[in-house]
Nanobody, 125 residues
Framework: QVQLVESGGGLVQAGGSLRLSCAAS????????MGWFRQAPGKEREFVAAISWSGGNTYYADSVKGRFTISRDNAKNTVYLRMNSLKPEDTAVYYCAADARGSWYDPQPNEYDYWGQGTQVTVSS
């Protein structure tokens, strides 16, 4: 019902910036909460940022607060993650996800119904 495709990952030096995009297709995109998660090699998937369906509420992991910004453009069926001041510990595969329940406050991965394929972000030191 919902398909998600991430893009925008790549290699960047510490202190640099990237903007990730997640293009959605299918019905009722604008009514889903959207989240970004990441998974580094050998690590569990962890929460990064989430946004409510209207865009009026956002929530961030402490590790990225003040550096990352999540936003969405429902007219374009797209959610974004602007990443500034990148650090080597930000290196991971980044996934976007959609939640029909609308969970945006401190969400868990198992709350989300649909997932993209992921995009690699590598931050060199």
């Amino acid at each position: 019902q919902v398909q998600l495709v991430e893009s925008g990952g790549g290699l960047v030096q510490a202190g640099g910036s990237l903007r990730l995009s997640c293009a959605a297709s299918g019905r009722t995109f604008s009514r889903y909460a959207m989240g970004w998660f990441r998974q580094a090699p050998g690590k569990e998937r962890e929460f990064v940022a989430a946004i409510s369906w209207s865009g009026g509420n956002t929530y961030y992991a402490d590790s990225v607060k003040g550096r990352f910004t999540i936003s969405r453009d429902n007219a374009k069926n797209t959610v974004y993650l602007r990443m500034n001041s990148l650090k080597p510990e930000d290196t991971a595969v980044y996934y976007c996800a959609a939640d029909a329940r609308g969970s945006w406050y401190d969400p868990q991965p198992n709350e989300y119904d649909y997932w993209g394929q992921g995009t690699q972000v590598t931050v060199s030191s």
